[in-house]
């Protein structure tokens, strides 16, 4: 039996120390043992290594094969198997018997390789999912981190520009104070000055020849709208309070503009104005942008 599995598995490709181990192996089983043994152990670096019987140790057909239990040989309940061993008893094969004997194994090798192709696959699509899934998982943590930073910079801001407010606003009273002060020091001596010179005679006042010639009255405007033209050529449109800084303006451009943090300037066309960080503590009345302006976004040093 075993010289015939032998010639079967040389006749199929199969090298003779690689048959003649998996044989040896599988406790001389039959061909269809001996294939699934090649198919497991097709990767071991001594696969082609001439097979040496261990010392003092025969296999005999009723121990268990290498990897396999002793119910399963003893059984015998694989009709395939037992088919297989019908078969090898058969002595001697015709050349025909033989060729059938071969295409049986070979269609059995195309089946076995077959569905590990495709266990291989669906491993392959099952990890392609983990690392897709992991990808959007990164990008949702990335993107939430890009959101409060850009929260935690604009924050940031608002905390700088309310400072300075109140910094500008203690300044404004300490000048208030001072001037009070100087007034109370210096009233008495202006009192007593005045009471000593005789009054100046009133001159009368002058008479407007027509009403026509009263000044107009100068309108008042609370609020402004600005006009934005940013680098790629889009415009930002939005309305401020007259009275508000210019900062105000700059700090809308920098949270709505996509050129992340490069530095630019503000400026007019006609009349061509460049505006300076003195500027940008001036409200916009102050600076003649109301009732409504349009400010051109120029890189900084390209003014």
Request: overall charge negative; aromatic content about 4%.
């Amino acid at each position: 039996m075993e010289c015939t599995a032998l010639e079967s598995l040389i006749e199929m490709g199969f090298p003779h120390n690689r048959a003649e181990k998996a044989l040896a192996l599988t406790g001389n089983q039959g061909i269809e043992p001996a294939m699934d043994w090649l198919m497991e152990h097709e990767n071991d670096p001594d696969l082609d290594d001439p097979y040496v019987p261990p010392q003092g140790h025969v296999l005999s057909p009723e121990e268990p094969p290498e990897g396999r239990t002793p119910e399963v040989v003893e059984g015998g309940t694989d009709p395939t198997l037992e088919e297989l061993a019908e078969e090898d008893n058969r002595r001697p094969l015709s050349e025909e018997e033989k060729r059938e004997q071969t295409k049986r194994m070979m269609e059995l090798i195309s089946q076995k390789q077959r569905e590990r192709e495709e266990r291989e696959k669906r491993e392959s699509i099952e990890r392609e999912k983990q690392r897709r899934k992991q990808g959007q998982e990164l990008s949702l943590i990335r993107q939430k981190l890009q959101e409060d930073e850009m929260k935690k910079l604009a924050e940031d801001r608002r905390k700088e520009k309310m400072e300075e407010k109140l910094a500008k606003q203690r300044v404004r009273e300490k000048i208030e104070r001072d001037k009070a002060e100087r007034a109370k020091k210096f009233g008495g001596c202006s009192s007593s000055s005045q009471a000593s010179t005789p009054p100046e005679p009133i001159a009368p006042a002058p008479v407007p020849s027509s009403p026509s010639q009263e000044p107009p009255v100068k309108r008042e405007y609370d609020q402004c709208r600005i006009q934005v033209r940013l680098l790629d050529g889009t415009s930002l449109t939005q309305t401020f309070r007259a009275k508000e800084q210019l900062a105000a303006v700059r700090l809308y451009v920098e949270l709505k503009k996509d050129g992340g943090e490069e530095p630019f300037i503000l400026l007019t066309s006609f009349p061509r104005r460049v505006f300076t960080e003195e500027d940008m503590e001036k409200p916009l009345q102050e600076l003649g942008l109301v009732p409504s302006a349009v400010l051109i976004v120029a890189k900084k040093g390209n003014s």
